[in-house]
């Protein structure tokens, strides 16, 4: 294909190529065509590319149109860090899905130290790890400012991992069959979760962090949970505008700490904060 001014292909999976290219161009859109594209396990170091920076965007025709299958095996699956530390802006990646069998993270924004963060960025991706022996699914480390609308699930470990997500906005679903579906812990604050579909699944929701405050929920739906639909485990206050508990939910809720409101439901209220000592 011909590339446009400002953008480059995909070409068979090689994220390395890809960012190099973009580079030499000063940053734009990396394309990833409709298909299902074949990639080697990857971390991309922004510090490798400053003609790029962060003037880039990943851009595909779908989640479920264009995807990128990471493969089978030890290890995490595709990673954007920077080991500069640098402050990073606008960063998008858009209409991709990502899929494997990785015993990692299948995909990671930013460093586990933090070292990075990445402002007012705008995701809209799926994940989707087979592996028993996941960490996870979707793993968003120093991300402050930014709308996420995602589709995440993951056979083991976390769905999606929010570690340090600040002040932003969250919609989709998660799903993690024998582990935690949604977990926000760190300075993971000042959220809304404008609505989020949690089902089939070993564990929902868990709050986890006494710096993991002042998130609200707009909207939270759980059916077919084998564990703990809502587990509060942080001092801090959050509140759900609206909870439905569908079907075949073990446990709607327990808090341990902190305090747990919930505006309209179709379940006692109380059953959110059921560990509490009354």
Same mark, same amino acid.
């Given at each position: 294909m011909t590339e446009l001014s400002g953008v480059v292909a995909l070409r068979d999976g090689d994220w390395h190529d890809a960012f190099r290219r973009l580079d030499e161009r000063g940053g734009g859109v990396i394309w990833v065509p409709p298909g299902t594209h074949d990639c080697e396990p990857t971390t991309v170091d922004l510090a490798e590319y400053e003609g790029a920076g962060d003037s880039f965007a990943i851009r595909g025709g779908g989640m479920g149109t264009s995807v990128l299958d990471l493969g089978r095996g030890a290890g995490d699956g595709f990673s954007i860090v920077d080991s500069d530390g640098s402050d990073l802006f606008y960063v998008e990646i858009t209409g991709v899905g990502f899929q494997g069998h990785r015993d990692g993270v299948l995909v990671r924004v930013g460093r586990d130290d933090f070292a990075d963060a990445y402002n007012s960025c705008t995701l809209s991706l799926a994940t989707n790890n087979g592996s028993p022996d996941a960490t996870g699914a979707?793993? =968003?480390?120093?991300? =402050?400012?930014?709308?996420? &609308?995602? +589709?995440?699930?993951?056979?083991?470990?976390? #769905? *999606?991992?929010?570690?340090? &997500?600040? &002040?932003?906005? *969250?919609?989709?679903?998660?799903?993690? @069959? @024998?582990?935690?579906? =949604?977990?926000l812990s760190g300075y993971s604050m000042a959220n809304v979760v404008e609505w989020l579909n949690v089902e089939a699944c070993e564990d929902g929701v868990r709050l986890l962090g006494d710096d993991c405050g002042i998130n609200r929920f707009g909207t939270l739906y759980g059916a077919n949970v084998d564990g703990t639909l809502w587990r509060h485990d942080a001092t801090v206050t959050t509140h759900i505008d609206a909870a439905y508990v569908g079907d075949n939910v073990e446990? +709607?809720?327990?808090?341990? #700490?902190?305090?747990?409101? +919930?505006?309209?439901?179709?379940?006692?209220a109380g059953?959110? @904060?059921? #560990? =509490?000592? @009354?």
């Open positions: 979707c793993r =968003l480390n120093h991300v =402050l400012n930014t709308d996420h &609308f995602g +589709v995440h699930n993951t056979v083991g470990g976390t #769905a *999606l991992d929010l570690r340090q &997500f600040q &002040f932003g906005g *969250l919609r989709g679903s998660t799903s993690s @069959r @024998r582990g935690r579906s =949604l977990r446990t +709607v809720g327990e808090t341990t #700490a902190g305090e747990v409101s +919930v505006g309209i439901t179709n379940v006692d059953a959110f @904060r059921s #560990a =509490l000592p @009354r």
